[in-house]
Every structure is written in structure tokens, then in C-alpha cells.
């Protein structure tokens, strides 16, 4: 779960390394995976990219630090809290995703781009567990 002020890794080549939750969208006080948040990126390993420091950004969770059940019984859960970054208008700043993706983030709809926008993402990873 991610609540505000949550520190986040970004697992894409956007050039930042950490981020951190300012708002949670939605009903909900928390987020779980698959959800929108805004996110301030906060350390960089590489400042030639389009970000900047201390911007505002759009994130959706890959994965938490927190026990997640599937409809199997199987529990699992990641190191640390992961984010991809988006632009207010919902462009994706990186070409790559490091790292795995979940099935459950597969299973979420997204109201405001459909399918199209969703089946992208995935197509951006290199594994999704």
C-alpha cells in the first residue's frame, strides 16, 4: 500500500531513481497496484533527460512492499515500492521498463485511455509475472 509521502523506485529510464507519493488518486487513502498517484522525482542518475527535479509527475504502481493475494492462495510482494512515470497528459517519458511487472496490473482497466493505453505499457517490460 502507498500513502503519501511514501518514497518510491522508478523502474524506468525516465532518469530518475527515486520519487515520492504527494496524492493518492482516487477514493481510496492508499494506493495498490495499478493506481494512479502524483509523484515528485527526487534522485537522478542521469539530468540530460526530459525530467526535472522537483517536478510534478503522474505514476501508476507496479509493485509494493506490501502481501498481495491472488485468486490462487499465492502471496507475494516486492523489495520496495515501484512506479512508472507519466507527463500530466498521460505520455509515457521513458522507452523501457526495468524490471517485473505483475498480472494483477494486467487485470486493471483504466477508464481515461481503454485497452490501447494499457496493453503499451506491458509491451514496454521485459517480464511480467
Do not use: P
Not at 23 to 29: A, E, R, S, W
Not at 62 to 83: D, E, L
Amino acid at each position: 500500500m502507498v500513502y503519501k509521502n511514501t518514497s518510491l523506485s522508478v523502474i524506468d529510464n525516465c532518469g530518475a531513481r527515486k520519487a515520492k507519493c504527494i496524492h493518492v488518486l482516487g477514493k481510496l487513502k492508499y494506493g495498490k497496484v495499478g493506481d494512479l498517484i502524483l509523484i515528485v522525482l527526487r534522485r537522478f542518475y542521469n539530468l540530460q533527460k526530459k525530467v526535472k527535479k522537483g517536478g510534478i509527475y503522474l505514476g501508476i504502481i507496479i509493485g509494493t512492499n506490501y502481501w498481495t493475494k491472488r485468486s490462487n492462495g499465492v502471496y507475494y510482494k516486492f523489495f520496495n515500492n515501484n512506479v512508472i512515470t507519466f507527463n500530466l497528459q498521460f505520455k509515457f517519458l521513458a522507452s523501457r521498463i526495468y524490471g517485473i511487472i505483475s498480472k494483477e496490473f494486467k487485470k486493471k482497466v483504466y477508464r481515461f485511455r481503454g485497452i490501447r493505453f494499457y496493453y503499451k505499457l506491458l509491451s514496454f517490460s521485459s517480464l511480467v509475472l
